[in-house]
């Protein structure tokens, strides 16, 4: 009988829930997301301020985070 081994995909840091939840408070503190940043350590820096003009998804994009929230 052949062995299967499988591949640990390493420790999991990043998690929706609290995306969701640092977006949400960003939210009720009356701040407007221009965009998130989440880095391989799981660190989620959240970027205040109008987004540039240039992305034309931006529209859809807030539209889908509020959906999360």
Known sequence: ?????LMSRGSQTFKNGVLAKALKE??????????FEIDRDGKIVVIAGQP????????ETSAELRALL
């Not at 960003?26 to 965009?35: E, H, M, Q, T, W």
């Open 52 to 59: 540039d003009k240039s992305h034309s998804a931006g529209e």
């Open 26 to 35: 960003a939210a009720d503190a009356g701040l407007s997301v221009n965009r």
């Open 1 to 5: 009988m052949e062995t299967v081994r």
